[in-house]
């Protein structure tokens, strides 16, 4: 079956968690697809153990899905799959998985897969659509109305009462990203002692003291920098972030989100589109800020096909390099950038 972005804020997951035993989240937004994986695991009567197995590993060997997905965990209990692809790594895999299940094989455990780059049309999606023990979902890159009025619904299941200014704020300085606005919603309800039985209000005050960062002073200037190219500006970009304490993670995010919108503007380009009339279409439908204009200009002229392909490639890398080496996340992402921000400054021909 297939569903969208609307169905995981109303009633539809509890029934696909019942039905379904593969999920396969897509599309350009790469937060909001792993925010749904959380929510799908969530809803799990008994998640048990994760199993984490890259898109990579399974394409190299595509008979382990269906090893993993039938194999008790280290205590007997229950387990789930957890995937980070991208693209159609998991296709050959999935469809291995499948052919055991139609083939009267013991029952797997749940696989939930987050595929960057794929869409409903890969053949991923298509080996699944049909299906109704499987959920195929994509997922585009949100604007800021509707990540305001998801960070109010936070706000209030765990108590914070926020009025709509505070709310942008923190849309703002989340890049647009649902799991940074949560965080920080998180750390606000801890500052106040907010919960459900004792609501508090949140004001600018408490939103400073916990030290939310508007976007402007936080991560797009390191952001564009690199993904613009402009390497002369990168010390001092890399300086600050040490400066400032910014979350490695954090900032990866923020490059994920940019380069999800940067494959969003490519696919509405087309490969001989032209650039400015879509970028101020996009404008002029508020799916991109006036003031982002001028960068996403430049960063869409430096990235795109399969040059758009290899970077979204190499900041997945980088996001399982930093979740593994928490102690060396700065360096590693400091690396990281350098080599993406000398790709950018070799302009397209």
Known sequence: MKATQKD????????????????????????????AARMIIGSFADAGETVDISGSDLRKDPVRLGDEARS?????????IFVRATGDEA???????????????????PVVIVATSATD??????????????LVAMFWPPD???????????????????????????????GLDVRLAQSEVEKLALYLGADPTSPKTADGDALAAIGAKTEDDGFMPLVNAVLSGEVGKLPAELRR???????????????ERRAAQLAQLSA?????????????SEKRARRIFWKDERDLSAQIRRWRGKKLERLVSKLTGLHRALLSNSHSAELLLAQGLTEIARAAAVRRS
């Open 144 to 174: 800021l109305g509707s990540v305001t009025s998801s960070v109010r619904t936070m706000a209030d299941s765990v108590g914070l009462q926020l009025n709509g200014d505070i709310a942008e704020r923190i849309a703002r300085a989340s």
């Open 72 to 80: 008790s965990s280290l205590f007997g209990d229950q387990r789930h």
């Open 8 to 35: 995981f804020g109303g009633g539809r997951i509890p029934q696909a968690v019942h039905n379904c035993r593969v999920f396969f989240l897509c599309g350009p937004d790469e937060a909001g697809a792993s925010a």
């Open 268 to 280: 509405k380009i087309g490969p001989q589109g032209d650039i400015g009339s879509v970028i101020q």
């Open 91 to 109: 296709h050959d895999a999935v469809k291995t998985l499948l052919a055991g299940v139609d083939g009267g094989e013991p029952e797997a455990f």
């Open 121 to 134: 049309k890969s053949r991923t999606a298509k080996l699944l659509e049909k299906r109704d023990d499987a």
């Open 241 to 255: 972030m040490h400066e400032l304490s910014i979350n490695p993670v954090g900032l990866l995010l923020a490059m």
